[in-house]
């Protein structure tokens, strides 16, 4: 049994996808240990609530300093004992400690297709105004293990996603969560509970990897 904790920030789609994942059996063989909010009205909160899973939320600003609430971030993931753990629109930047403590074990979810359009303050919303910006027809979304770059971490699943001549950030935002996030990340941990999922050279092997089922 695979277990996670799921760190937040907002909305939680990608949070309710692990969920109905791990209800619909798309994900098995794995339990939420925890849900990690850094922000105190985050709707991905409610959904963990409403699912019964044991949530905590820490917010930076109650902290003298930011190395405080990193330590404290720590500890919680740590006691929580995951074997994972999944940033699911995590806004946060994840302190060093924490990537040495999980090596290769934290995954995040970037809407776009790395190395475009990633990096320092490409997040949320701000990464589709980008895609819209320059003009690029096709973009989508990333889930990648973690390591103490921005974005730079050994790339899992990659999924396309057409951009449309009219959208808006918030239109694109939407498919490419429905098209690519929601089904790469439940996939990615469903895949990492079944042990296929092994980093060598800083690339990801992935046995019996088949792109047409993602
Ligand atoms: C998602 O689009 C996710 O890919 C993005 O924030 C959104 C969170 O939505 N994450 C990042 O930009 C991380 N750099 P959600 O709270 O509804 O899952």
Redesign the pocket.
């Known amino acids: 049994m695979l277990k996670i904790a799921v760190c ?10 692990i969920i109905d994942g791990i209800e619909s059996g798309k994900i098995s063989d794995t339990r939420i240990v925890l849900v990690f909010s850094n922000n105190p009205n ?3 909160l409610e959904r963990a609530k409403k699912a019964g899973i044991p949530a905590v939320c820490k917010s930076p600003k109650n902290y003298p300093a930011r190395d405080d609430f990193n330590k404290d971030f720590l500890e919680t993931l740590k006691s929580a004992e995951p074997d994972l753990v999944v ?5 946060v930047v994840i302190p060093k400690e924490i990537v040495r403590a999980f090596p290769n074990r934290i995954i ?4 776009a297709l790395i190395p475009s359009f ?1 990096g320092q303050g ?6 589709h105004e980008k895609v819209l910006e320059r003009g690029a027809r096709v973009t989508g ?1 990333t889930v990648h293990f973690v390591d103490e770059g921005t ?1 730079t971490g050994p790339i899992i699943l990659q999924k396309a996603v057409m951009v449309e001549q009219d959208d808006t950030p918030e239109i694109l ?1 939407k498919r ?2 429905e098209q690519a ?1 929601w089904k790469i990340m439940p996939k990615a941990i469903d895949l990492i509970a079944h042990g296929k999922v092994r980093v060598e050279d800083h690339k990801v092997i992935i046995d019996g990897y088949d792109p047409q089922s993602i």
């Open positions: 937040v920030s907002g909305g939680g789609t990608n949070l309710q996808a985050a709707y991905a940033l699911a629109g995590c806004m995040n979810i970037h809407p990633c490409y997040y949320g919303l701000h990464v979304a974005d935002q490419v969560m996030e």
